[in-house]
């Protein structure tokens, strides 16, 4: 079963991307000047520039002297910061998934493991916010157990109808294997069968060759389900996080703090310079004393007339520019120089271009993770698993702040709002607050009771 639908895996990322990328245009069709063909190599370029700067391999910004071994290329890594802070908003502290049969729910944890399933989801939308789609695949493994996959997005590919980028026809994913043959699999939509999967090899990547008979998925969805990272108009792929604009800002605040730190190695420290003197007239003594044998000559220090100033204003406009563009911003990095005490609607506000973002977010990946679970459940026996309502409880984008909802909820009781209600409000359990009040009124009743018979209460003695 294992080899009917085999695990993709990781491409090893950018340290194996460029050796792999060619293999993948060059088999991605016979024909490599096709449109498909050209597509796939922008994309390919595209997924490169990313996911080098994500992982801080991007070439450097300023060439190196070979005569010289001094990097002065500097490069802060927002794009990691940008990509990480965007899976923390998604997904943040975890996703609960409920569906609305008991034993439906019961089935789905016991495939999916709660802890598993919050691992899966955040290496979804890091690969998601860095190449622009998210991939997942329902699968039957060795075991005979069906269980849910992350795929590599930089390996896939769809293929569309050719008047409606919306509808799949097929899937494909192409990758060079160990022994340097080409392997494709391709997951396409039969009319009268299904969905059907077909294995191929190549050893010139032009040429495919069938290496096992096709084989029907035995379910009326695709085992291989995506969905778009945020929108991208007329495209069946979607936008990612690391876009061009976000990658170019990136760069040029690389080069900017290049250029500042050669300045100051450079310049920063002052230097001697002598006049009227010859190099052997100068000597310097064993305790680094310096002395001048000709009595006109001059010893001065040499020091940079200007500051930095300048090209700080100029880096910090560049850091806005780039939380503007990225709708990240400065504070989600713990930048707080410029940012004194900020009230809870101040956060809402600092942070409204990236809650925005991450309402996009969660309509796209929820449609995805809703098909995931249920494609799991279909495949684990639930019978009429598509008709089963799946609901998700997404995290709080920011964290409130109790007192401000604690003063809010006091302004709700003087407008004559119910205590059920402002509780309710306040994320408590109204009957169980009432409960544990009865309790406590009665505790206290029977302290004053026990006090006042004690005479530990002033004028009890009165009614000795």
Not at 42 to 67: C, M, N, W
Request: proline share 6%; net charge negative; glycine share 8%.
């Amino acid at each position: 079963m294992s080899e009917l639908y085999p695990s993709t895996g990781s491409s090893g990322r950018f340290s194996e991307f460029w050796t792999n990328a060619k293999n993948r245009i060059i088999g991605w069709l016979s024909d490599p000047a096709s449109p498909e063909a050209r597509a796939a190599a922008v994309r390919e370029y595209s997924f490169s520039e990313a996911l080098s700067h994500y992982e801080g391999t991007q070439p450097p910004v300023l060439k190196i002297d070979p005569r010289y071994p001094i990097d002065d290329n500097i490069f802060v890594n927002y794009p990691e910061m940008i990509v990480d802070r965007g899976v923390t908003f998604l997904f943040g502290s975890g996703v609960d998934i409920s569906v609305d049969d008991r034993e439906a729910q019961k089935l789905l944890w016991e495939l999916w493991p709660w802890e598993q399933m919050q691992e899966d989801l955040l290496e979804l939308a890091t690969d998601g916010a860095i190449f622009g789609d998210a991939w997942m695949k329902v699968r039957i493994n060795e075991d005979l157990v069906p269980e849910v996959l992350t795929l590599d997005p930089s390996r896939w590919f769809k293929i569309t109808d050719p008047d409606d980028y919306r509808r799949i026809r097929a899937y494909r994913c192409q990758y060079r294997k160990s022994d340097g043959r080409l392997y494709r699999q391709e997951i396409r939509q039969d009319a009268s069968a299904g969905w059907m999967i077909e294995e191929l090899e190549s050893l010139d990547g032009k040429r495919f060759y069938q290496i096992a008979e096709p084989v029907s998925w035995p379910f009326a969805f695709s085992p291989v389900m995506t969905c778009k990272n945020l929108p991208k108009s007329k495209s069946p792929y979607g936008r990612p996080d690391l876009t061009r604009p976000v990658l170019a800002l990136c760069r040029y605040i690389a080069r900017t703090d290049s250029l500042i730190g050669k300045i100051v190695r450079v310049h920063g420290s002052p230097k001697a310079y002598a006049t009227g003197i010859s190099r052997q007239d100068l000597e310097i003594g064993v305790d680094t004393t310096i002395f001048l044998k000709n009595p006109d000559a001059t010893l001065n220090l040499l020091e940079m007339k200007g500051d930095l100033a300048g090209a700080l204003a100029f880096r910090a406009q560049l850091r806005q520019s780039l939380a503007e563009v990225s709708k990240v911003p400065e504070i989600a990095s713990g930048n707080l120089d410029r940012i004194g005490q900020l009230s809870g609607r101040a956060m809402q506000i600092l942070y409204g271009p990236l809650i925005k973002q991450t309402e996009q977010k969660r309509r796209l990946y929820g449609r995805l993770i809703q098909n995931a679970v249920r494609g799991l459940l279909a495949a684990g026996g639930v019978k009429n698993a598509e008709r089963l309502t799946i609901e998700l409880q997404w995290p709080a984008a920011l964290p409130p702040d109790p007192r401000e909802e604690a003063e809010l909820g006091l302004i709700y009781q003087q407008l004559g709002v119910s205590n059920d209600t402002i509780l309710a409000r306040l994320g408590f359990d109204a009957e169980f607050e009432k409960v544990r009040r009865a309790e406590q009124d009665a505790l206290a009743d029977e302290r004053r009771e026990r006090l006042f018979n004690a005479g530990s209460v002033p004028g009890s003695g009165l009614y000795a």
